[in-house]
């Protein structure tokens, strides 16, 4: 008697849970040494902190003073407020050490610090400088002079300023009541007094963290499981003995899903137990404690982020051919999981329906909400939905590559699927590192100057990017397919259907922006930078033309649209290249609220090189798409195209749709 298929789902659970319960060096590193590690760490580490505090605070010190430039009073009444406990001061003339700082640049203090070291018989120590003003009536004027890499110095820096507040609020005080009888101020006394629970406090606090330190903890406790069950069977070659059996494929992945979600979950448990134990033995000041049932129970809301990352890993893993390979894979994947949900960092985020959709990012919000006792229903529904939705994609995918004709493909079929991929990882490496210096460089150059650092970015960083990876990938797998051969000429005729097909794409993607704009609120920090305001409201035309609209358009086609998506469409699967290299050049921006229309642009794009077999037109309709933004935002389109835009819009949407249609001829490809 056959048995049944819901009961297979079952069987496998249980084989599995079986090999993961007998590795027991892995479960115990895993389950139990957490629970017993987080209390003496954190117990270990703040008594180290305590004693060093104790033992610093209690360390004789000698502090230099110069005090010459002062009244004799003024001295002795400094003299008497910096000679506190442990505390022995040395006169010195520290005259010469303001003049060495006064006269260097920033960037060299050698001989200021040498001169430190002279003055102070080796450096372990702090100057403090004491002037008053000459001439007008002022105030006094202290300089403390450390080396903030020495904890002797820091420690008598420290000392040396408090003292000074200290004496500096007390003499404030004595003036005040000597002028006046009375202090004027007194009346007006603030006292700040927070109204909110210790229950909001601690969860607010919570909120703030704990989102990004549970994908940690998933990531890294369902690790095991998930390179034990896919990567480990796969190298010891028991998964092609199991593919082999008539069982149906979906059932053995959900079983295999739920042993790695089992051991997720327990990782998870011991390691909350684990912090939970050392808040409670006094090792760690965590937020939170005073968080009541009710607040505990709505963080039931991470649950679906939870049946997500143990997709995410059983798909990661699946792929991996060995053990070794699927542990390279779980650092950056660790990272490209924490990124989303920072989220929490920004105060003024609001949560909503169109964050609630994004992965990772709409269950950080909606846990941080949860935790502040403010949980949205209509964004956390959101959040469940789509996070269950697309796990049940990952593990569809994750059936896919569990394919038994492909796990037991071997000799030259082997060798050839692994030649195929070649151009899809050559795409993935090009547009990943777009990707990555945008986030490192780009980021960088644009905050120190704006202007620069946008054309920097482009012409110096991304164009020798695109330009070496087409050579180097043209001599790693020889010629392209013609589909795959996106630098070479085209026909005129497709570059005026590109420059008329703007106007209708603009507005499209204007009103995608407005309606995503209703879901997804701009925060009040997403202003744009003073001196790009300056340039576009200032600059000529031309001027705009140039940076905002062909600068972008030929460095990121020649990337995305001829390197990227020619390296991916070598593999013969020109959906798949074309919203992969859209992704890329989407994740390129480096905006959560231009993802969507970004994404939706590229895909255009990448649709009109492939079909027109070149990358200029898509160079040519990306100019001109970004000249009809720039000019009609900042009302300086001419007359006669905004008289005529809604004719324009009809004749660029003939012309849009007859674009594909004007590839290369017959004979020319």
């Given at each position: 008697?056959s ?9 496998v ?5 079986r090999q993961?319960?007998?590795d ?5 590193a ?6 017993l590690?987080y ?16 033992s610093m605070?209690?360390r ?5 003073v ?43 203090r050698?001989r200021?610090?040498t ?5 102070t018989?080796g ?6 400088l004491?002037?008053?003003p ?5 105030p ?9 890499k020495?904890?002797?110095s820091r420690?008598a ?21 000597e ?20 229950e ?13 330190l ?10 095991y ?5 896919f ?12 593919l082999?059996?008539?069982?149906d494929r979906?059932?053995?992945?959900r079983?295999k ?28 000041d965590?937020?939170g404690g005073?968080?009541?049932?009710g607040?505990?129970?709505?963080t ?14 059983c ?18 994947l ?14 003024d985020?609001?949560?909503?329906i ?7 990012a709409?269950?950080a ?6 935790l ?5 229903p ?6 469940m ?25 071997g ?6 699927a692994?030649?195929r ?13 777009a ?9 960088r ?27 180097r990938?043209?001599?790693?797998l020889g010629p392209?397919?013609?589909?795959a051969?996106?630098?070479?000429g ?36 997403a ?6 305001v300056d ?6 035309t ?11 358009a030929?460095v990121?086609?020649l ?13 013969g ?20 609220h231009?993802?969507?229309p ?9 649709v009109?090189?492939?079909?027109t077999?070149s990358v ?8 001109a ?6 000019l ?31 590839g ?6």
């Amino acid at each position: 008697m056959s048995r049944p298929a819901g009961g297979l789902t079952g069987v496998v659970l249980r084989a599995e849970l079986r090999q993961l319960l007998r590795d027991r060096r892995a479960l115990f590193a895993a389950v139990v040494l957490p629970v017993l590690l987080y209390p003496l760490l954190l117990g270990g580490t703040r008594r180290m902190e305590e004693a060093a505090e104790e033992s610093m605070g209690g360390r004789d010190l000698e502090l230099f003073v110069d005090l010459e430039g002062v009244g004799a009073e003024t001295r002795a009444a400094l003299e008497e407020a910096l000679a506190g406990p442990h505390t022995t001061l040395t006169p010195c003339s520290a005259a010469g050490l303001l003049e060495v700082q006064d006269s260097l640049p920033s960037a060299h203090r050698a001989r200021l610090r040498t001169h430190f070291e002279e003055l102070t018989n080796g450096g372990r120590t702090a100057v403090v400088l004491a002037t008053e003003p000459e001439g007008t009536e002022g105030p006094l004027m202290a300089r403390v002079f450390a080396r903030r890499k020495d904890p002797l110095s820091r420690e008598a820096s420290s000392r040396g300023r408090a003292r000074l507040r200290e004496w500096s609020r007390r003499e404030g005080e004595a003036q005040r009541l000597e002028l006046l009888a009375v202090d004027p101020a007194a009346p007006l006394a603030v006292e700040a007094r927070n109204i909110a629970s210790a229950e909001d406090q601690g969860g607010r606090e919570l909120g703030q963290f704990l989102p990004i330190l549970l994908v940690f903890l998933l990531v890294s406790g369902g690790s095991y499981g998930a390179l034990t069950v896919f990567a480990g069977e796969r190298e010891a070659g028991t998964l092609e003995t199991l593919l082999t059996t008539p069982a149906d494929r979906g059932h053995l992945v959900r079983g295999k899903f739920l042993c790695v979600l089992a051991a997720t979950g327990a990782a998870l448990l011991s390691n909350l137990a684990g912090l939970a134990l050392a808040a409670a033995m006094g090792s760690a000041d965590l937020p939170g404690g005073a968080l009541g049932a009710g607040r505990l129970l709505s963080t039931a809301v991470f649950l679906p982020t939870v049946v997500l990352l143990t997709a995410v890993l059983c798909l990661a893993c699946g792929r991996a051919r060995s053990f070794r390979q699927g542990q390279q894979l779980l650092f950056p994947l660790t990272l490209c999981l924490v990124v989303p949900t920072t989220v929490v960092l920004v105060p003024d985020l609001e949560h909503s329906i169109g964050l609630g959709l994004v992965p990772l990012a709409g269950a950080a919000l909606s846990l941080r909400d949860a935790l502040r006792g403010a949980l949205t229903p209509g964004p956390t529904l959101a959040m469940m939905v789509s996070h269950l939705a697309l796990s049940a994609v990952l593990l569809r995918r994750l059936a896919v590559l569990l394919d038994a004709e492909r796990a037991l493909a071997g000799g030259a079929v082997r060798a050839e699927a692994a030649q195929r991929r070649l151009g899809t990882r050559a795409g993935h490496v090009v547009g990943g590192l777009a990707v990555l210096l945008m986030l490192a460089v780009g980021t960088r150059l644009q905050a120190q100057a704006p202007l620069g650092g946008l054309l920097g970015t482009l012409w110096l960083v991304l164009l020798p990017l695109a330009l070496i990876g087409h050579l180097r990938i043209g001599r790693a797998l020889g010629p392209a397919t013609p589909s795959a051969r996106l630098f070479g000429g085209c026909r005129p005729s497709a570059l005026v259907a590109a420059a008329l097909a703007a106007p209708p794409l603009a507005w499209a993607v204007e009103q995608l922006v407005a309606h995503l704009l209703r879901w997804l609120p701009l925060p009040s920090s997403a202003a744009a930078p003073s001196a790009l305001v300056d340039l576009v409201e200032g600059g000529s035309t031309l001027t705009l033309v140039a940076v905002f609209a062909l600068s972008p358009a030929v460095v990121e086609e020649l990337l995305f649209r001829g390197t990227v998506l020619g390296a991916l469409l070598r593999d013969g699967r020109p959906a798949r290249a074309i919203l992969t290299s859209a992704g890329l050049f989407a994740l390129a921006h480096l905006s959560l609220h231009r993802l969507p229309p970004t994404f939706a642009l590229g895909c255009v794009l990448g649709v009109v090189a492939w079909r027109t077999r070149s990358v200029w037109p898509a160079v040519v309709l990306h100019a001109a798409y970004n000249a009809w933004a720039v000019l009609s935002g900042t009302e300086r389109l001419p007359e006669l195209l905004a008289d005529n835009a809604v004719l324009l819009r009809w004749v660029g949407l003939a012309a849009l749709a007859a674009l594909p249609f004007l590839g290369p001829r017959r004979e020319e490809s």
